[in-house]
């Protein structure tokens, strides 16, 4: 191969542009061209691109979101818009594409595919609901960040013995949630994966005010309910007020952690160098310390991650 | 005097440990014997309380809330609680109190010292809404956490192009709003203290999404109206959609910046030093870099502290 | 005026790029050019400048450094040198000229101003020992920094009952030093300005090592010493062990406090304003909650600001 | 088992309270009394202890260093030592020891167990030189405070166009400084662990400096010199000035990151479960993902945790 590209795309996360850098620098470093395309799939249609050199992404690394920018694109699910970009691909004189993102964008780098284009995804989502990896690009940040928000309302809730309900991302997976809470100390965590008592939460909430421990933090995922109605509930069952916070799109963003910057090297540099080796239609992802290849096929077909048991588990214990 | 006492009230915020600190050392350093009272006045009231030593407050400054708690209290708003309250200070032979606060907490310290007990007030709010004091405690680190979370927000901003709708405290004073607008270079501030015009607004935004500029930010003061409910206004006139964050309880803690630490420790010595004096019946406040006491009376009937007009201006200027 | 330049000088700070964002925003506001002048004085005589638009300041507010870059340049101090800058500004059709920087910095603007070309200061240097300003940029930022790691420092310290001894930067100025020992509960601070007494150093580590608490932390800016020297000198004289660290260029670097970011509006749109009026040959500065301007002449001939005696002080109560 | 006990040892790091919480609550749901052993094996020799209860380890998991605190222990490696450390946790009551900390503290655990008592090893240590676990408890916290530092170097380094040489922990280990290198972007890591050829260093700085590109960040582990030296010697050969910094002990303090806070209460509940099941005589460690048990006679007669090649590799790709 003489040229690759590389899109980001799908919602943003930090990390993205560690993983662009190292696509780029692997990708130069290997003597091929490599191709930035802006906006996602969107740009791949309507030909926005550039071509990266060393300089093009320097000062990135340290940076949340995306300087490729990410979009969503309708177009790309009609037969039209996939021939459009699989040509345009072509007409660039790409030979290898690399797609960083979540689910749907590994949906459409797996279609790309199905056209005859080398591709190689990199797992790219902060709520770490990918298959086949231990860990998706931007989670660690997130994490992070929803700690350190989880630290700050502390404060307050010692200070005046008052509950939080915290709302964290996550639809379908609640490992942001779960994780979160054994790292800030939260007392409880509702996810989607696990049925959850609202009435044994009361009885517990009553139980620690009654110990003189009101000061509650409890998260939950935001397929698991929204933090306002879990909030009212609770109000109606046992009259308790607590507090709410959503985190929302505060949990994206800010300088990725090492963790991200290390994953990005390793994901950008495996992506490179196994898309030159013939080695495509595959997803990397960490698998148990080291980076594995998995068949895209495989990767859109299968089920979300599930939640390790252990951690709730581990949720549970430590905090009673 | 032989024997004061601290305690903070109010919604807490960071520097408030810092405060109580600055006020037991500088007690300690001029041979007082310093009292925390915990939990505000209610503990005043249920005489919660115990001798400062040094060792109290080691470790603390750099944490945010107040580990003397703080509570509401309603009783204190009677004659029998404000009695209650004198007499347990009497009782603790306790000559002089410090307390640590926002608007009520100054009318609680106020009403004390009209029973001849001498009573110097801290200004501790993040609202920045006390009056006499150019900034209070607390105000910078919310600034900080503000303006940390719209960065966040920015790197989402620009990936997407995507316009977001931010909600800060502040129900009477637009300060944090328009301050975290300029140091965080957004776009729009709807503060509680001048009209605003959203039509005009929802103008600029069609007129930036043109331009190519679509991932506006827009900073809303609780007083000026609900996040969400400025986000569906302007989905209803332009059908421009906007992400909503209500950043809430976050902005309080976390640990406090050198400005409220270095502001803590010159209220709390300058609190102790004019107590011994017997300047009291008075708030510390900073006026132009100096510390300067002025009347409660004079305090608590006054008008909010008004937005110097300088701070939308300069807003309004930078944004274009 | 139809045109205006903007450089940035001497040693980096946070904030800078804040000034030069504000600069530019103000002055296109106000319907001006603004040519951003790259690599300090040097590119002024070697002509390396760009025009700037709003797009060229996008993104910068929150990065530290100078994307204008800095350097040092020797030629400006010969009269050929500052000939060649002046013209070389004519040239270009600059009507006025923006300094941000340090001393030395301000030192250059006042001999172009000599020249003929009008020009306004903004003082910046971490040190904070420019005359005429309460705070210059980039202060605040490297304060919190330092604390920052200093906090770091006292989680050891305490673990392990060992004393530290931190270099911050300050050759002629404590200011830093002392402000970072009474932000971060610090024992000792030794500073240029004030003589201080080893032994008596000494006698109260001894003494805090009887009463068990040996976790010491003891500042010294650096034109008081070197931290490795004094250091040695305790160990000689009471065998006591310190752990040393020199901050150096850390302290510079970072995204901008809200402190720096909002001074650095208020510095680059006053610079902006009173160029066009006509005021110039001054330097903007924080005087009391206000922006100043004071002739540049009386800048330069002035002695280097003088420290509160107060700081000392409190420093000095606080930490008993 | 009905009481254990717990300690911290040798250097401190961030995570260390969030595991001795891990340990006290796990401890405390399974039914066991659980004693905080103060200052490691002196305050096993100085019968320094307390019952642990919820409260004891409330408000430390986000806290760095150890609040048990550390101490040096040379008695502990006598025999009359280690038999005084047995009896006195015979005297306590204490059935079994959970030993948090590093390679020397791991071998007095090794020591107390082959006395007959049932010990638990939790590796801690920020250099990540332990064998038989993929990460120690700390090494992360530590790589984000390097990063961090970094990061504010390189606005300074771009900014002037000028190189630093910064020195980061590890007498025996790369791996913090290898990691840093990727995850900062910076330029050179020098390692214990590789030979380092200061010629060729030096060429690549000249091939840069030629570039225009002399900002270069050149890491060096203390095991693999003296970054002073280095800085030192690049000047003699090539005549190039470059700043140092030893980051030194600000690297071990602060909040845990997420990943130091989950591995602690991972590895701490782990302990627990384990010591109460009879599998003893183990250092729990993190292999794949999972904790994984190897025996503490085993730890301590291996080598220090090689480096994998594929970090300097990556280093070296990314940096060309």
Not at 9 to 36: E, F, H, K, P, T
Not at 126 to 152: E, R, W, Y
Not at 274 to 286: D, E, F, I, Q, S
């Given at each position: 191969m003489k040229r690759i590209a590389v899109l980001t795309s799908g919602g943003d996360c930090s990390g993205m542009n560690a993983a662009v850098r190292a696509v780029v620098r692997a990708g130069l470093a290997m003597q091929v061209d490599v191709i930035g395309i802006y906006k996602g799939y969107q740009g791949l249609i309507d030909r926005l691109?550039?071509?990266?050199?060393?300089?093009?992404?320097?000062?990135?690394?340290?940076?949340?979101?995306?300087f490729?920018?990410?979009?969503?694109?309708l177009e790309m699910k009609t037969e039209a818009g996939l021939r459009l970009a699989t040509d345009n691909l072509k007409g660039m004189g790409v030979e290898g594409l690399i797609v960083i993102g979540g689910d749907g964008s590994l949906n459409g780098g797996y279609a790309i595919h199905q056209q005859g284009v080398p591709v190689i995804g990199i797992p790219a989502s902060i709520d770490n609901?990918?298959?086949?990896?231990?860990?998706?690009?931007?989670?660690?940040?997130?994490?992070?960040?929803?700690?350190?928000?989880?630290?700050?309302?502390?404060?307050?809730?010692?200070?005046?013995?008052?509950?939080?309900?915290?709302?964290?991302?996550?639809?379908?997976?609640g490992y942001l949630a779960v994780v979160a809470t054994i790292a800030s100390g939260a007392e409880f965590s509702l996810i989607p994966e696990e049925p959850y008592d609202l009435e044994q939460i009361c009885e517990d909430l009553r139980r620690r005010y009654r110990e003189?421990?009101?000061?509650?933090?409890?998260?939950?995922?935001?397929?698991?309910g929204k933090a306002q109605d879990i909030a009212d509930q609770i109000k109606d069952k046992i009259g308790f007020e607590t507090r709410v916070?959503?985190?929302?799109?505060?949990?994206?963003?800010?300088?990725?952690?090492?963790f991200d910057r290390l994953l990005a090297a390793r994901f950008g540099q495996a992506a490179v160098e196994n898309l030159l080796k013939g080695n495509h239609g595959k997803m990397v992802g960490l698998q148990s310390a080291?980076?594995?290849?998995?068949?895209?096929?495989?990767?859109?077909?299968?089920?979300?991650?599930?939640?390790?048991?252990?951690?709730?588990?581990?949720?549970?214990?430590?905090s009673v």
């Amino acid at each position: 191969m003489k040229r690759i590209a590389v899109l980001t795309s799908g919602g943003d996360c930090s990390g993205m542009n560690a993983a662009v850098r190292a696509v780029v620098r692997a990708g130069l470093a290997m003597q091929v061209d490599v191709i930035g395309i802006y906006k996602g799939y969107q740009g791949l249609i309507d030909r926005l691109y550039e071509n990266m050199t060393t300089k093009s992404v320097s000062n990135v690394l340290q940076r949340g979101g995306t300087f490729l920018q990410s979009a969503r694109c309708l177009e790309m699910k009609t037969e039209a818009g996939l021939r459009l970009a699989t040509d345009n691909l072509k007409g660039m004189g790409v030979e290898g594409l690399i797609v960083i993102g979540g689910d749907g964008s590994l949906n459409g780098g797996y279609a790309i595919h199905q056209q005859g284009v080398p591709v190689i995804g990199i797992p790219a989502s902060i709520d770490n609901d990918i298959p086949f990896t231990d860990m998706s690009l931007g989670v660690d940040t997130a994490l992070n960040n929803i700690v350190a928000a989880v630290d700050n309302l502390k404060d307050t809730a010692s200070s005046h013995d008052r509950a939080f309900v915290v709302e964290t991302m996550g639809r379908g997976c609640g490992y942001l949630a779960v994780v979160a809470t054994i790292a800030s100390g939260a007392e409880f965590s509702l996810i989607p994966e696990e049925p959850y008592d609202l009435e044994q939460i009361c009885e517990d909430l009553r139980r620690r005010y009654r110990e003189g421990r009101s000061n509650s933090i409890i998260l939950v995922a935001e397929g698991a309910g929204k933090a306002q109605d879990i909030a009212d509930q609770i109000k109606d069952k046992i009259g308790f007020e607590t507090r709410v916070i959503v985190l929302g799109h505060y949990q994206r963003g800010g300088s990725p952690t090492v963790f991200d910057r290390l994953l990005a090297a390793r994901f950008g540099q495996a992506a490179v160098e196994n898309l030159l080796k013939g080695n495509h239609g595959k997803m990397v992802g960490l698998q148990s310390a080291d980076i594995k290849l998995t068949d895209l096929e495989k990767v859109v077909n299968a089920e979300s991650r599930p939640i390790d048991p252990m951690l709730p588990q581990l949720a549970n214990r430590l905090s009673v």
